[in-house]
């Protein structure tokens, strides 16, 4: 996995974006930091402990903790900081003695005096707080779909226009997404809904067409794949600009008689204009497999733009975070008479925390999913 990108899944549960390279070192903040060569070629998901300051090692992973209902409860049990006999101070000082974070946890619980009153579940609670600011121990973890997801609407949601993985899921089953499909796909979510295409795709079995504003699109998310050449082959982009406007002829050059410095410039300059020139021909040539919208643009001016260049009955899915927007899409669907079935739908989801008997619903959860407007596009009704 050299030169490749990975989460860094850290003991506060937070994750860090690394993209490891050979003969480097990678610092976690106040956790520390280590080598990448002592990570590179290893298995995802093993955990690795920091210790002697940049030397890891493999530690076992504990998914969940086992816990055992005692039968006790947390009535008599008061939060008090007084019942923690080591100080700040103290703590510092262990630290600085070298010792390793999982011993200063054991430390820090022998010496709290109302530990053994506390419930099972109490307790489980308490080591994992203690590990969040005392352990050293990260998890490398693949980037996938859903891995990619969950880092980006944790961190800035907005980026990705609120999108979840739910909502993420019904768009590409709907869209029919899959080998040998040709799509068409417009995506201001950074790239997260045209990833999902690539990855159903998976390679050369068939094309994805991007369609972005400005002058080079923000695909931001597809690199933290780390797809091969063969599935990244599969995606072409398009401007909104290079589809309306006629772009001048290249000036094509003698190859030989330019220097090196002006060959190197000549020749990506040369591949881009062929590049979009490839694109402009197939989006023309039409005949795509389906449309996908996740767009800050009105859908209406989209559908009237795009869909002559499918093939007909084909399916049409279009998310948007307020329902309002793809109410007057929904109607304008139904007076032009080349759509089929235009549905309405509010994706809802509730997420469950899922550990050894205390599954029960998160306290906290995404107030909406959006709503997703599908429909299939047919010429032939009138």
């Given at each position: 996995?050299?030169?490749?990108?990975?989460?860094?899944?850290?003991?506060?549960?937070?994750?860090?974006?690394?993209?490891?390279?050979?003969?480097?070192?990678?610092?976690?903040?106040?956790?520390?930091?280590?080598?990448?060569?002592?990570?590179?070629?290893?298995?995802?998901?093993?955990?690795?402990?920091?210790?002697?300051?940049?030397?890891?090692?493999?530690?076992?992973?504990?998914?969940?903790?086992?816990?055992?209902?005692?039968?006790?409860?947390?009535?008599?049990?008061?939060?008090?900081?007084?019942?923690?006999?080591?100080?700040?101070?103290?703590?510092?000082?262990?630290?600085?003695?070298?010792?390793?974070?999982?011993?200063?946890?054991?430390?820090?619980?022998?010496?709290?005096?109302?530990?053994?009153?506390?419930?099972?579940?109490?307790?489980?609670?308490?080591?994992?707080?203690?590990?969040?600011?005392?352990?050293?121990?990260?998890?490398?973890?693949?980037?996938?779909?859903?891995?990619?997801?969950?880092?980006?609407?944790?961190?800035?949601?907005?980026?990705?226009?609120?999108?979840?993985?739910?909502?993420?899921?019904?768009?590409?089953?709907?869209?029919?997404?899959?080998?040998?499909?040709?799509?068409?796909?417009?995506?201001?979510?950074?790239?997260?809904?045209?990833?999902?295409?690539?990855?159903?795709?998976?390679?050369?079995?068939?094309?994805?067409?991007?369609?972005?504003?400005?002058?080079?699109?923000?695909?931001?998310?597809?690199?933290?794949?780390?797809?091969?050449?063969?599935?990244?082959?599969?995606?072409?982009?398009?401007?909104?600009?290079?589809?309306?406007?006629e772009e001048s002829p290249f000036n094509y050059q003698d190859e030989s008689k330019l220097s090196q410095k002006d060959l190197k410039f000549y020749l990506r300059k040369k591949a881009?204009?062929?590049?979009?020139?490839?694109?402009?021909?197939?989006?023309?040539?039409?005949?795509?497999?389906?449309?996908?919208?996740?767009?800050?643009?009105?859908?209406?001016?989209?559908?009237?733009?795009?869909?002559?260049?499918?093939?007909?009955?084909?399916?049409?899915?279009?998310?948007?975070?307020?329902?309002?927007?793809?109410?007057?899409?929904?109607?304008?669907?139904?007076?032009?008479?080349?759509?089929?079935?235009?549905?309405?739908?509010?994706?809802?989801?509730?997420?469950?925390?899922?550990?050894?008997?205390?599954?029960?619903?998160?306290?906290?959860?995404?107030?909406?999913?959006?709503?997703?407007?599908?429909?299939?596009?047919?010429?032939?009704?009138?």
């Amino acid at each position: 996995m050299d030169n490749q990108y990975v989460f860094i899944v850290l003991p506060s549960s937070n994750i860090k974006v690394v993209k490891l390279q050979k003969d480097t070192t990678v610092s976690l903040g106040k956790f520390g930091t280590f080598h990448t060569n002592d990570i590179i070629g290893k298995p995802f998901g093993h955990s690795y402990e920091i210790y002697d300051r940049d030397k890891i090692k493999v530690i076992r992973n504990v998914a969940f903790y086992e816990v055992d209902d005692s039968g006790a409860n947390n009535q008599e049990t008061i939060d008090d900081p007084s019942k923690q006999k080591l100080s700040y101070q103290d703590i510092e000082q262990l630290k600085k003695d070298g010792m390793e974070g999982q011993d200063i946890i054991k430390k820090v619980i022998e010496s709290h005096s109302s530990f053994d009153k506390k419930t099972e579940y109490s307790k489980a609670k308490y080591i994992k707080r203690k590990e969040s600011k005392f352990s050293r121990v990260f998890t490398p973890v693949r980037p996938t779909l859903y891995s990619v997801w969950e880092y980006f609407f944790a961190k800035n949601p907005s980026k990705i226009r609120d999108m979840r993985i739910d909502t993420l899921s019904q768009m590409l089953t709907i869209s029919n997404a899959r080998a040998y499909a040709k799509l068409l796909v417009v995506d201001d979510t950074q790239g997260l809904l045209i990833t999902g295409v690539m990855e159903r795709l998976g390679g050369s079995y068939g094309i994805v067409l991007g369609i972005h504003d400005g002058e080079y699109h923000n695909y931001d998310i597809v690199r933290y794949m780390n797809f091969s050449k063969k599935v990244n082959d599969s995606l072409m982009v398009l401007s909104w600009q290079q589809i309306f406007k006629e772009e001048s002829p290249f000036n094509y050059q003698d190859e030989s008689k330019l220097s090196q410095k002006d060959l190197k410039f000549y020749l990506r300059k040369k591949a881009n204009y062929e590049k979009v020139q490839e694109a402009r021909k197939i989006l023309w040539k039409g005949g795509f497999d389906g449309l996908l919208v996740a767009s800050q643009y009105q859908p209406e001016s989209i559908l009237d733009t795009l869909v002559p260049y499918l093939a007909g009955s084909r399916p049409i899915i279009i998310y948007h975070i307020n329902r309002e927007v793809l109410v007057n899409t929904c109607v304008h669907m139904r007076i032009s008479g080349k759509f089929l079935n235009p549905q309405l739908t509010e994706s809802w989801l509730r997420e469950y925390q899922v550990l050894p008997g205390r599954t029960h619903p998160s306290m906290s959860t995404s107030g909406g999913g959006g709503y997703l407007l599908q429909a299939t596009y047919t010429s032939t009704i009138t």
